[in-house]
């Protein structure tokens, strides 16, 4: 599976970014999906994930009720639209593919085989 991340930029604080991620190779549909971040110095940390159908998503309490991870099993892509932007969502997104047997989502980065490129984020103060 290759993945590639996309709609990074710069906005002010307030502002909303969509990140796409674009999956080919095997059937997408039979992946868990996630978004993680890092910024220099920190560890990577869970943003988001949604389960094989899309039926489950699971987030950051920090990010709760500002971002929506949803996907398109028909375009084998997932999406994190992310509102209310604050300067201490600015990092490296990252987009990550899970095959799971049961299709199911995790927050922990360990179980995600593939990664995307990782698009920047940077929101302004």
């Known amino acids: 599976v290759q993945l590639q991340a996309s709609g990074g930029g710069l906005v002010q604080a307030g502002g909303s970014l969509r990140l796409s991620c674009a999956a080919s190779?095997?059937?997408?549909?039979?992946?868990?999906m996630g978004w993680f971040r890092q910024t220099p110095g920190k560890e990577r940390e869970f943003v988001a994930a949604i389960n094989w159908s899309g039926s489950s998503t699971y987030y950051q309490n920090s990010v709760k009720g500002r971002f929506t991870i949803s996907r398109d099993n028909d375009k084998n892509t997932v999406d994190l639209q992310m509102n209310s932007l604050k300067s201490e969502d600015t990092a490296v997104y990252y987009c990550?593919?899970?095959?799971?047997?049961?299709?199911?989502?995790?927050?922990?980065?360990?179980?995600?085989?593939?990664w995307g490129q990782g698009t920047q984020v940077t929101v302004s103060s």
């Open positions: 990550a593919a899970d095959f799971a047997p049961d299709g199911s989502a995790t927050t922990k980065d360990w179980p995600y085989e593939y």
């Open positions: 190779g095997r059937t997408f549909s039979s992946y868990a």
